[in-house]
C-alpha cells in the first residue's frame, strides 16, 4: 500500500509517497497553484503514483500540510465576521494590549482590527471571574442579538463573553440560537475555541477562528472532493500547528490551529531523521520559497508554546515552537530609501516567482543571486523539468548593481550576506537568546533553499556541524507520514497550587481526560497506541507569565502535587536564575493531551562505498563563486542519487538532486551515512 504526504507552501507543492511494502520513499515537487492549492495537491498525488506505477486506489493514507488559513490571514481576505461580546466590552480588539509593535517606532501600525465596529454587537450579559452569574442572559435578549446579526449580513460571528472560560452557557446559548436561526453561518465561541483567561488573546483567536473558517471548510471539502474524484476514497489527515494530525471536521470546527501546520511538519520530519542518524541535539533550518523557519530541539523533543503572534495577531493554540523570518528564495532585493541594499521580507512567491523562472518576474531575488553566482544550476531545476532563465536572472541583478554601483558578482554577494545574516540571527534567537549554546548543537538543513545557504549560516553562528536529510526539499511532507494523532484540550484554573484545591484540580483534569478519550475514539483510528497526560501552566503569584510542567497523574494528591510543585521551581530556576521555594505557585491553566501514536516506517538505507566518490557520481564542473578571497572556483557537480554511504569528501562541491542543490564550501568536509544524510563538517566564520 501507498502513504502519502503533501506539503503545500508559498512556492512549491511537496510531496512523499511511502511503498509500505518495498519500505521505499518516492518524492515529487510542483509550482504551488496559490489560486486554488486543491488543483496541485491532487495533480502532485496523481503524479508521484504515475512515477511508480501504483493508481489511486492503492493509497492507504493521506496526510496534508496547508497554508490556505495562514494566507487568508496574512492576506486578510478572510469572512465578512460579527464578533458578540458582553456589553461594554466592545473594543476589547482596538485597545489590545499597553505595547507598541515597535518599541521606538512612533509610526509603526498595527495590525488592521479584523472586525470593526460596526460589527460588533454587545449583550446585555454579565458574568462574575468565578463563573456565577451577574446580569443573566434572557431569552429576550438573545432574541434581540440574533436579529441584530441578521441584519448584519455575515458570513461568520465569534462569540467572546467576560469569563466564559469559567461558564460557557451564555455563550452555548447564543450559538444554538444563531445556529437555529441562521443556518449556514459560520460559529466559533471562546469557550470552544480557547477556553482561557486573558480576554484579549482570547478573543483574538476565536475572531480569526471565524474570520479564516469559511475559506478553510470550502478549501478541505474542494480537496476532499478533487482526491475522491480522483480515484484516492481513503480520508484525509490535515497536520496541526502542534505536530498532530486531525480530521477534515477538526479543522472546520478549529481551522486556528492550522495556522503553522507547515512548519510543524517540518519539525516532525527533522527530528525523526536526526534520531535515525544519532542527532538528538538539532535546529531546525525549514528555508522555502518565501520564508525560513527554526526550531531548537534538545534531547530529541521539539519546545512548544501555547500563544504565538501570526501577522501581528496573538493566538492561543498549542504550537511547536518555530520562529520565522521573512528571508526565503523568492525573497526580492531592493535599494532602500537610504541606498542601502535590503533583501525581503517581501517575496516574488511562485508566479510571478524570481526571474530566472521565466515567468514573466522582473524584481532580483535570492534564488537569481544562487544562478548569477551558479551555485544553483543555470539551466534547470526539478530534475529537469523546470528551465531556468539564466539570462533573465543575470538581467534582474545587473539593475540591482547599478543602483548599487558595484558589479553584478559583488551585488549577489550582497544578497547573500544579508539573506544569512537575517537567517542566522533566526538561529541565534532560539538558541542563544534562549540560553542555548548553538555549537552544542547541529543545524539540520530543508526546504527548497536550505541546503543552498545552510553551511554559510551555521559558520555565521559558529555551528560546527549540518545535516542535509536524503530528500530536503520534501521533508515536510516526510512530517506528514511520521506525524502522530494528537490534539489539546485546556482549561482555566487560576488557584493556588495548594491542597484546598486539589478537589476542583481533579475535577477539572477528569473533565478533560474524558474529553480527551472521546477524541481519541473519533479521531485516532489509525493509531497503533494511545496516550493521555497533563500539564499545568504555572507561575508565582503576581507574575504574568507561566511556565509549563507535566503533571505527574491524572488524578492528583497531595505528593504530586508537592513533584509538581518542586518540578515548577526547578523550571523556573533554569530558565531565569532564580526561584522562590517558599512561595506557593499558582496554577493558571491546565492542559490535557490526547496522543495516538502511528506507525513509524524505518528511513531506507543506501548502499555502501569507498570512501572516495565514484567517477560516476561526478557529472559536471562549472565554475562557482564562494565569496571575493576565492572568487570564482572550477567545482565538481555531483549526482546525490550516485553517493554512496561511506563516502567522504572535502569541498568546494555541488551536490544535486531533483528537489534541492546542496552548496559545500571549500573549507567543509562532507560524509555520507547508511541513510544517505550528508553529515558536513563546517569550518566557523
Known sequence: ??????????????????????????????????????????????GVLEGIGKSPADVSYLGHGTTAATNALLELR????????????????????QKRPSLYDLFADKPRTLVPNSLTVEVDERLYSDGS??????????????????????????????????????????EEALRSEIPN????????????????????????????????????????????????????????????????????????????????????????????AGVEQLITFDMGGTSTDVCLIRGGSASTASEREVAGYPVRIPSVNVHTVGAGGGSI??????????????????????????????????????????????????GGKMPIDSEAAQASLERLSKELDMGVLEAARGV?????SNMGRAVRKVSIDAGEDPREFTLVAYGGAGPLHAVEVAAEVGMRKVLIPPFPGTLCALGLLVSD?????????????????????????????????????????????????????????????????????????????????????????????????????????????????????????????????????????????????????STPVMDRAALQAGNRFNGPAIIEQPDTTTV???TATVEVDRFGNLLIEVEPA
Open 1 to 46: 500500500m501507498i502513504r502519502i504526504g503533501v506539503d503545500v507552501g508559498g512556492t512549491f507543492t511537496d510531496v512523499t509517497a511511502l511503498d509500505t511494502e518495498a519500505e521505499t520513499f518516492h518524492v515529487l515537487k510542483l509550482p504551488t497553484t496559490v489560486e486554488d492549492q486543491s488543483k496541485a495537491v491532487t495533480e502532485g498525488i496523481l
Open 78 to 97: 478572510g469572512a465578512k465576521t460579527a464578533l458578540l461580546t458582553t456589553k461594554g466590552f466592545a473594543n476589547v480588539l482596538e485597545i489590545a494590549r
Open 133 to 174: 452569574a451577574r446580569v443573566p442572559l434572557t431569552e429576550a435578549e438573545v432574541a434581540r442579538v440574533v436579529k441584530q446579526v441578521k441584519a448584519l449580513d455575515v458570513q461568520a460571528v465569534a462569540i467572546c463573553l467576560l469569563h466564559s472560560y469559567r461558564n460557557s452557557q451564555h455563550e452555548e446559548a447564543l
Open 185 to 276: 453561518l459560520y460559529i466559533s465561541r471562546s469557550s470552544a475555541v480557547a477556553p482561557e483567561f486573558r480576554e484579549y488573546e482570547r478573543f483574538s483567536t476565536t475572531v480569526i477562528n471565524s474570520f479564516v473558517g469559511p475559506e478553510m471548510n470550502l478549501y478541505v471539502t474542494r480537496l476532499e472532493d478533487r482526491t475522491r474524484a480522483a480515484g484516492v476514497q481513503v480520508g484525509l489527515k490535515v497536520i496541526q500547528s502542534n505536530g498532530g494530525l486531525t480530521s477534515p471536521r477538526g479543522v472546520a470546527e478549529k481551522p486556528v490551529t492550522t495556522l503553522l501546520s507547515g512548519p510543524s511538519a517540518g519539525v516532525i520530519a527533522a527530528i525523526y531523521t536526526a534520531q535515525a
Open 333 to 382: 532585493a531592493s535599494v532602500d530609501a537610504a541606498g542601502g541594499l535590503k533583501v525581503g521580507p517581501e517575496s516574488a512567491g511562485s508566479y510571478p516567482g524570481p526571474a530566472a523562472y521565466g515567468h514573466g518576474g522582473q524584481l532580483p531575488t535570492t534564488t537569481d543571486a544562487n544562478v548569477v553566482r551558479r551555485r544553483q544550476n543555470p539551466k534547470y531545476a526539478l
Open 416 to 420: 547573500h550576506r544579508l539573506a544569512n
Open 485 to 633: 494523532v494528537k490534539t489539546e484540550m485546556a482549561k482555566s484554573f487560576l488557584a493556588a497550587a495548594s491542597q484546598e484545591n486539589l478537589e476542583v484540580l481533579n475535577q477539572h483534569l477528569a473533565q478533560l481526560v474524558d474529553h480527551a478519550h472521546r477524541w481519541l475514539e473519533e479521531e485516532a483510528a489509525i493509531a497503533i497506541s494511545q496516550e493521555v497526560y497533563a500539564t499545568a501552566d504555572v507561575r508565582y503569584p503576581r507574575q504574568n507569565f507561566e511556565l509549563a510542567v507535566r503533571l505527574p497523574a491524572l488524578h492528583m494528591d497531595n505528593e504530586t502535587l508537592a513533584e509538581t510543585i518542586a518540578d515548577f521551581h526547578e523550571a523556573h530556576q533554569r530558565a531565569y536564575g532564580f526561584c522562590h521555594p517558599d512561595s506557593v505557585p499558582q496554577i493558571v491553566n491546565v492542559r490535557v493531551v490526547a496522543h495516538g501514536h502511528v506507525r513509524k516506517y524505518p528511513l531506507p538505507t543506501i548502499s555502501a562505498g569507498a570512501e572516495t566518490v565514484a567517477t560516476a557520481a561526478v557529472i559536471d564542473y562549472r565554475d562557482v563563486d564562494f565569496g571575493a578571497d576565492s572568487g570564482p572556483v
Open 664 to 666: 559545500i564550501p571549500p
